[in-house]
């Protein structure tokens, strides 16, 4: 144990500064600045300069971008669209469906982030209802939920990998299933597991899958992609729109609507060039370090870190078993924001949401950060819950 939770950490630390300052444990927020995603930042600018307007190059740094997540996620290029934020591409997504049919319901777990629930509500004003899939007071939902909740009039599940307030991981593939069976489409939003566990879209059947860059892909703010399965691009038409997702950008066309044949349609307006670049270096960077050793990695971290909740009497409302948790890790807390605050003046950049702290490690964390977050916990235990109610 104690040389693999911080062989990898000792390889690629020297890439993250911040390090040299800070206890950084919030990967569930955003991703600690790389030098590669820094540079990248640097050569926007300085094409920017040497071009003076380098709009072929920039859309070829988006297609770029297209291939890399493509890549990542197992998908094809022509099954990407590269957006500004995860709630631009299910906007565009949600757009394209017609909740007018015997299909208009859509089903959101309560796992999800708040754009998405949001974005389903906002539906309602277009015919859809929407069913909501409660967990269990344990932090989890078990399958029986979603088959309460998938019907014959469901035409989509949207769902989390990793909860971004209770760390809790659901089992996608059986869910998928389900969805399927019912004759339902299913959604998944990645953001909080992508780069931090091995995301293939294939082996998770989905048939959209919406994310971002900004956290364990180490990229940065202003890159969203949005997945969609090859088959079902040309069923859907979305409303939400831009030249960009045009089938022939520079036509310059204001006549039509002619969306692009591939998942580009759900694009909208000028890309987040500065974020493209980033993204590119961000994920080769994670790509490079490896994404199942993190994995493997953030394990060894989450045990230390639970052993030590456990020796406090902490509640850790994220749930125990590996397979049922990523690579957030949840502190039931009687004042969280007080906490972050405590940590942050200890110098551990820490985050809060429903009254848990989140610690969050990623490939970069070390055994020392673990030691740094328990000993600052033990000091200020009064804002920890503790027992077991
Ligand atoms: C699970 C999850 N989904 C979506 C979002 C928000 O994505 P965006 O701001 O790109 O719309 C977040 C942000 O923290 C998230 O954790």
């Excluded at 990248?40 to 988006?62: C, F, I, K, N």
């Excluded at 859509?106 to 629930?117: A, K, Y």
């Excluded at 456990?310 to 990523?326: F, H, I, K, N, S």
């Excluded at 007080?338 to 070390?366: F, K, Q």
């Amino acid at each position: 144990m104690a040389v693999s939770v911080d062989a990898l950490a000792e390889q690629v630390r020297p890439r993250f500064p911040i390090f040299e300052r800070l206890t950084y444990v919030n990967s569930c927020s955003q991703g600690a600045l790389s030098d590669d995603v820094r540079d990248a930042y640097a050569r926007y600018l300085s094409d920017w300069d040497e071009h003076g307007a380098p709009w072929e190059y920039w859309v070829a740094q988006l297609d770029a971008a297209r291939v890399t997540v493509a890549d990542l996620l197992n998908a094809d290029n022509d099954e990407i669209a590269i957006t500004t934020s995860v709630s631009a591409g299910v906007d565009a997504l949600a757009s394209a469906f017609s909740f007018d049919g015997d299909r208009d319901k859509i089903v959101v777990s309560d796992f999800e982030f708040p754009t998405i629930g949001q974005i389903a509500h906002a539906q309602e004003r277009r015919g859809a209802r929407v069913e909501h899939v409660p967990a269990e007071p344990d932090g989890t939902i078990p399958l029986e939920r979603f088959e309460a909740a998938i019907d014959e009039r469901t035409a989509l599940v949207a769902v989390t990998h990793v909860c971004f307030r209770n760390g809790a991981k659901l089992d996608i593939e059986p869910i998928a299933a389900l969805a399927h069976e019912r004759g339902a489409l299913l959604l998944l939003d990645a953001y909080q597991s992508v780069g931090s566990l091995p995301v293939d879209v294939r082996a998770l059947d989905c048939d959209f899958l919406a994310a971002g860059a900004l956290k364990y892909l180490l990229g940065s703010a202003g890159l969203g992609f949005l997945y969609c399965r090859r088959d079902l691009v040309e069923r859907l038409s979305p409303t939400a729109t831009g030249w960009f997702a045009d089938q022939d950008i520079f036509e310059m066309d204001i006549h039509d609507y002619s969306p692009a044949s591939t998942a580009r349609r759900f694009e909208a307006g000028t890309p987040p060039v500065p974020a493209i670049y980033a993204a590119i270096a961000g994920i080769g960077l994670m790509r490079e370090i490896g994404i199942e050793e993190t994995q493997k990695h953030v394990r060894g971290l989450t045990e230390l870190l639970i052993e030590g909740l456990d020796e406090l009497d902490g509640q850790v409302v994220t749930p125990r078993a590996w397979q049922e948790r990523g690579a957030l890790t949840c502190v039931a807390s009687t004042d969280a924001e007080a906490l972050v605050a405590t940590l942050t003046e200890r110098g551990i950049v820490s985050s809060s949401r429903d009254g848990n702290l989140r610690i969050s490690p990623h490939c970069y964390n070390a055994r020392e950060d673990i030691e740094a977050v328990l000993e600052a916990l033990r000091e200020h235990r009064a804002l920890l819950r503790t027992g077991k109610g």
